[in-house]
């Protein structure tokens, strides 16, 4: 199925199973399961002239909102694979998406549903920028690796190669292990990914062609990066983008070089009033600018350090700390681990409260080596608790979640 025949489909969906809901003027709920059904009822969603609801985990009851899955498709129109094919007919972003009134639902990793809007306009401001960025044409092919039902996905593996015209296929590791040699092409001008398939992406390196490797979602972390850096076939770029739904992209830094510096996408401005941090962005529509939960280090020439969000810093025996500094030295204490720190305020603790880590991987050598490493990198309280997981409990974005189940625990001194 190409692009012109995938909105043929959805505006027969329309037309068939949506009468009365457009007639009545109603939300469209979109709950697919599958990555095929993701992209009609995506395309259904483009061509709704009100308001659409993404809900990617189907978290979402809404009494007031047409709910439409692939129940309600008929089998005629679903796409017969996750994979859509560029033709010289395909319909131009803004045929009627300018005005396109898009709710993101999202818990993060835990909570209830949050809904975030955005515009058509905005969308189109962060696309026109990206395509300009990657430089993918009608003759190109995409690879997804993530469902196109969050921002990123939706941006990345859906708006982009529909503006570009470009191929997208799509993989879904729901069913099971896939194999890289069984994909379609063995070229692909980009593969859009998260953290946690980094795994399949050494697999595809080994064996298909990549031009742009992108990573969101999650930090793509230190111990990926130098082994992205030591592979024998390597992309011949990695971006690693750094953004949130309510923000959309604010920058992107080469994952194939040392630099730890984000530059600003093309359109975004950041800056500092008031002793906060903005953002200035089209991608914001109708919004002009945005407070950021984000704390970024400004360098000069639109280039930010990324210091983590600004309600990960804790203040610890009357010192201001972030607990990324804390993740950045444990990490470096476990061989480039993966490493998840939290700090609990406690009154009951002459310096405010204590600190909680985990450390992907076996216990590794003893407190007092720990810490000599540790004091090396960092002015930071060691953490108080330790835990070692074998393998942290990530969700489909790569974001590790409540950690939970088996570990091996190490206390230290309490409070010392």
């Known amino acids: 199925m190409n692009w012109t025949q995938l909105f043929e489909c959805a505006e027969q969906m329309i037309d068939e199973v949506l009468v009365e809901a457009r007639a009545q003027r109603q939300p469209l709920l979109l709950q697919p399961l599958t990555r095929s059904g993701s992209l009609l009822l995506l395309a259904v969603g483009c061509l709704w002239p009100f308001e659409v609801i993404l809900d990617e985990k189907n978290l979402l009851q809404d009494e007031d909102a047409f709910r439409l899955d692939e129940s309600k498709i008929p089998s005629r129109l679903l796409p017969a694979a996750a994979w859509i094919q560029s033709d010289a007919e395909a319909p131009r972003l ?8 898009l709710t993101l639902c999202t818990s993060g990793s835990t909570g209830e ?4 809007r955005k515009s058509g306009a905005g969308l189109l401001a962060e696309v026109h920028d990206l395509a300009e960025l990657y430089q993918w044409t009608a003759q190109d092919a995409v690879l ?3 469902s196109p039902l969050h921002i990123y996905g939706l941006l990345h593996s859906f708006l982009l190669p529909l503006y570009t015209r470009s191929t997208v296929e799509f993989v879904s590791f729901q069913e099971g292990p896939v194999d890289p040699a069984c994909i379609q092409h063995q070229s692909y001008a980009g593969v859009i990914g998260v953290p946690a398939t980094w795994s399949f ?10 031009g742009t490797l992108v990573m969101s979602g999650a930090p793509f972390g230190e111990s990926r990066r130098r082994e992205l850096q030591a592979l024998p076939q390597k992309p011949q770029r990695a971006w690693e983008i750094l953004g949130s739904t309510e923000t959309g992209g604010l920058g992107f830094r080469s994952l194939l070089q040392r630099d730890d510096s984000f530059r600003c996408l093309k359109s975004v401005r950041i800056f500092e009033r008031d002793g906060r941090q903005w953002v200035e962005s089209p991608y914001l529509q109708p919004e002009t600018v945005w407070e950021l939960a984000d704390r970024l280090e400004l360098q000069a020439d639109g280039r930010f350090l990324h210091q983590g969000r600004s309600d990960r810093i804790f203040k610890y ?7 990324m500094e804390v993740e950045k030295s444990l990490s470096l204490c476990f061989q480039n681990a993966e490493t998840l720190v939290r700090f609990h305020n406690d009154d009951a603790v002459a310096q405010g409260g204590w600190l909680e880590a985990w450390v992907e991987g076996e216990a590794g050598p003893a407190d007092a080596a720990i810490r000599q490493s540790y004091r090396q990198s ?4 060691f953490p108080h608790v330790l835990h070692f997981m074998p393998r942290f409990p990530r969700d489909a974005q790569g974001k590790v979640q409540v950690c939970t189940g088996p570990m091996q625990e190490r206390t230290n001194s309490p409070f010392p």
């Open 378 to 381: 960092t002015r930071a309280p």
């Open 144 to 146: 997804s690796l993530v």
């Open 94 to 101: 803004g045929f009627r998406l300018e005005d396109w009134q």
């Open 201 to 210: 992406v050494k697999d595809l390196l080994a064996c298909k062609s990549l």
């Open 113 to 116: 549903p949050k809904r975030i």
């Open 317 to 323: 025996a009357g010192q201001r700390y972030a607990l």
